[in-house]
């Protein structure tokens, strides 16, 4: 099992910045790829960054390309999500999320992922 903690959320002007954090527990962080997800009131949830556990290969949902960076710690058991430029459109509650990468599916399925935190909320006014 493994245990993730989301921290950083909050209010937010447009054009703003906030970082987010996931801090992992139970099992070995290193072996894990690691993903970000946010889910806007009345939408599935998408997509938005992923850093692999070779190498810190990052990839990231053009939405966000360019403005948000994704990275992790190993030494401290986490994994961040540097978000700038902020939009109105950014707000959702955003998921930290782990991947054992026993599953089948492309790195943006949430299918694929096998332990979930609980979400941290953000909100961006215009």
């Known amino acids: 099992q493994v245990q993730l903690v989301e921290s950083g959320g909050g209010l937010v002007q447009a054009g703003g910045s906030l970082r987010l954090s996931c801090a992992a527990s139970?099992?070995?962080?290193?072996?894990?790829?690691m993903g970000w997800f946010r889910q806007a009131p009345g939408k599935e949830r998408e997509f938005v960054a992923t850093?692999?556990?070779?190498?810190?290969?990052?990839y990231y949902a053009d939405s966000v390309k360019g403005r948000f960076t994704i990275s992790r710690d190993n030494a401290k058991n986490t994994v961040y999500l540097q978000m700038n430029s902020l939009k109105p459109e950014d707000t959702a509650v955003y998921y930290c999320?782990?991947?054992?990468?026993?599953?089948?599916?492309?790195?943006?399925?949430?299918?694929?992922?096998?332990?979930w935190g609980q979400g941290t909320q953000v909100t961006v006014s215009s």
């Open positions: 850093i692999r556990r070779n190498y810190d290969i990052t």
């Open positions: 139970g099992r070995t962080f290193s072996n894990y790829h």
């Open positions: 999320a782990a991947d054992a990468g026993y599953s089948s599916g492309g790195y943006s399925d949430p299918r694929r992922y096998d332990y």
